[in-house]
């Protein structure tokens, strides 16, 4: 007798991943965010994912009153802003001689992991966070 047909192939895909070139692109980049994560001879940093999507940067300066706080500010921004505040960084402190009020400036940094946010959505939430410092942190918006 005739030997049996061959079983019907299945279909399947096979491809290759260069994981040289995938490393040597990370290993060689200029992204803080990237570098920031590991340090010389520390062989148990581990890698943790960053968004491809452009920064959204938003200033905002006013006069403390005694009861303002950096952290306060922290909390309050990110309560507002949630995942999409990537950070709350003071750029300048400013001392008026003549009254002596103090002055910060601070830049907040939106960005998002799954999208490019809009300036409609940013400016909403920088709104937000401007009446929410005003009311709750008791200082005069600049």
Request: charged share 30%; net charge neutral; aromatic share 10%.
């Amino acid at each position: 007798p005739p030997p049996p047909p061959p079983p019907p192939r299945d279909r399947s895909i096979c491809f290759g991943l260069d994981l040289v070139l995938v490393c040597c692109r990370l290993f060689w980049s200029d992204d803080d965010r990237f570098l920031k994560q590991f340090k010389a001879g520390d062989l148990k940093g581990k890698f943790k994912s960053y968004s491809k999507y452009p920064p959204c940067y938003k200033d905002m300066a006013f006069w403390i009153s005694p009861e303002f706080t950096e952290n306060n500010l922290c909390e309050l921004v990110r309560g507002i802003g949630g995942d999409l505040v990537e950070e709350v960084q003071l750029i300048d402190n400013f001392t008026n001689k003549k009254t002596g009020r103090t002055s910060h400036c601070y830049r907040i940094t939106y960005r998002s992991m799954e999208r490019s946010l809009t300036d409609d959505e940013i400016n909403e939430l920088q709104a937000q966070v401007r009446a929410g410092v005003a009311e709750q942190l008791k200082v005069e918006l600049r």
